[in-house]
């Protein structure tokens, strides 16, 4: 289906995240065919970093040529500069945006719908959201908000109370970009699709889960992001948390946005309390000399930790997550490890890692089986096998989107499956209070590392499936 005709209004739009991401994936959208067959966007931002929409323009064809999976140029090129225009907007004067916007809807003409992404720091939202309740922007339009999703509890509640004063919970999109990775949808595939696996999706079978997410990068200039915000809020609380609650959760009762947040939604609340004791948090060696950063900078660049999940399908399976920058590999890994049979029978040596399901979400996706096999010879030698599928092999990734663009869609399809819901989002800063509370200290780690030597102490007797072979 295509989404009705939308005025698109980007907060931030002079920012990384609109420059890196959003622009070239609505690029992406309209080569696709994907966007209305009417639409505008709109680039915002205080007066200070106001741009003319020719400046605009240019800037966005710079963010395509850059990062970009296609270059911008000809005649879809020409259609998509055409529809964008800037309108800055302060608290106190929102009235260059509300021209532009004026301007698109009569260009447009009918009543299009407005989508708002707030592509801005979290500190910045609850006046962005004001603004657009104030001015009477908001009527009728939809709202994209990125992550962090407050700090803690009380103040992902207080912004819930600030966004809900202005947008019902039904025009609320909590964007988390994972949650649109093609082969992160494809977990609830793998799980609900195929009698293969489902069956063995449990603690019977399955001894320990980890989620994976190191990055080479470092935080690449954004320290006024990252230094009040940390990998656990960055990553963990967010990213790491989602992909867990689709690995983790029951079958829903029908493949309905409602369904899929209350099933998430009950693995967060079993979810035992984070234990500060089962938590390791590092920082690479040069961080607190990067631009920006305060020299007794006490933020993580990385963060590792054991969650349980109390029910009755996950008792007593240990799921580790990891994720940090500055690390030996940027990698998107999800790993179930499974039991050993019930009988060694084999008279040799097994290695240390018998079966595991090793989910890359990279962007294409992987999915290795990696088990036992006879060796060839006369002798029961048994090595190790695998069975790959890999969606470059198995089918045509031409029409692939990415996580942004499939998830900026779906909220101008009006479709909140893959978004967030409030309810789960205070859950996991409840589970998380008392390692906010109480963190443990940072380690420094070398660049290029996995990480402060405790990540390995975490995860005994098991270890990181990553590096591979190492
Ligand atoms: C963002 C974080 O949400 O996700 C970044 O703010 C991180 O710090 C990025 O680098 C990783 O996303 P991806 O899709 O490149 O793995």
Known sequence: PRPEDHVVVLFGATGDLAKRKLLPGLFHLARAGLMPAGYRVIGSAPAADALSTDAFRKHAREAVAEFGTSQPEGP????????????AADPDDTGPLQTAVR??????????????HLAVPPKA?????????ASGLAEGGRVIVEKPFGTDLASARALDGTIHAVFD?????????FLGKESVDNILALRFANGLFEPVWNRDHIS?????????LTIEGRAG?????????????THLFQILGFVAMEPPAVLTAQALRTEKAKVFQSMRPLDPAQAVRGQYEGYRAEPGVDPRSDTETFAALRVDIDNWRWAGVPFYLRSGKALAEGRHVVTLGFREPALRMFAVDVPDTTNELVIDFDDPGRITARFLAKEPGPEMNLGEAEMV????????????????ERLILDAMLGDQSLFTSSEGIERLWEASA??????????????????PDAVHRLVAPYRWHLPEGG
């Open 103 to 116: 301007e698109a809807e009569q260009a447009l003409g009918g009543s299009p719908r407005r989508l708002f």
């Open 208 to 216: 320990h889960v980890q989620i994976d997410v190191p990055e080479k």
């Open 434 to 451: 008392p390692l906010l509370e109480n963190p443990p200290p940072v380690e420094p780690y070398a660049r290029g590392s996995w990480g």
């Open 169 to 177: 919970e039904s025009r609320v999109f909590r964007i988390d970009h």
């Open 389 to 404: 599928f890999a969606y470059t092999d198995c089918f045509n990734t031409a029409h692939a989107l990415e996580g942004y």
């Open 125 to 133: 939202f609850p006046s962005v959201i004001a603004e657009l309740g």
């Open 225 to 237: 992001f990252f230094e009040g915000t940390g990998t656990f809020r960055d990553m963990i609380v």
């Open 76 to 87: 879809a090129w020409e259609e998509f500069e055409r529809a964008l225009s800037f309108g």
